[in-house]
């Protein structure tokens, strides 16, 4: 009993804040994918590069541009961003999140140097999602998806 306490005591805050944070994970999706859906209404020829393709597929109902819908992952590297979004006219929305920690490694996790580099490609921040995560060190109010849009190219 007193060993079971002990361990109780010490791994009880880090299981509680494992617990709130991964009910939260999935926020933000939903949101998200409601402004892609208004966005392709507008655009219907439009791009969905995502960080996390699965849930945006899920929550969007898109599917993805292998099996004719318009949902393709963020390409591994920005050389291959930067040869995607050349040869793509049309305008192209990029969702990149705080819970896939699977994106690539050149824009994940989003920091504001990233943001900047987006936005040298045309890319402007349209829909940021925001949540409240609290018990984390960071604080409470985190960034938890973002939407970019980088409208029409004109080659």
């Known amino acids: 009993v007193v060993t079971f306490g ?12 494992d617990a709130v944070r991964q009910g939260h994970s999935y926020t933000g999706y939903q949101e998200a994918s409601a402004y892609i859906k208004e966005e392709l209404v507008r ?72 943001v900047e580099l987006l936005k040298t490609y045309g890319f402007e921040l349209e829909r940021m999602v925001r949540v409240n995560i609290s018990g984390t060190p960071e604080g409470a109010d985190k960034a938890a998806v973002r939407c970019f849009r980088r409208p029409v190219s004109n080659p």
Request: aromatic fraction near 14%.
């Open 6 to 17: 002990f361990l109780l005591a010490f791994s009880y805050p880090k299981v509680y804040n």
């Open 43 to 114: 655009s219907p020829e439009a791009v969905i590069l995502a960080g996390s393709p699965r849930m945006i597929r899920y929550y969007t109902g898109i599917n993805f541009k292998e099996f004719g819908g318009s949902i393709i992952p963020i390409p591994a590297n920005e050389e291959e961003f930067k040869q995607m979004i050349a040869s793509t006219s049309g305008p192209i929305l990029l969702e990149v999140d705080l819970w896939e920690g699977m994106q690539p490694k050149w824009i994940y996790p989003l920091r504001a140097q990233n």
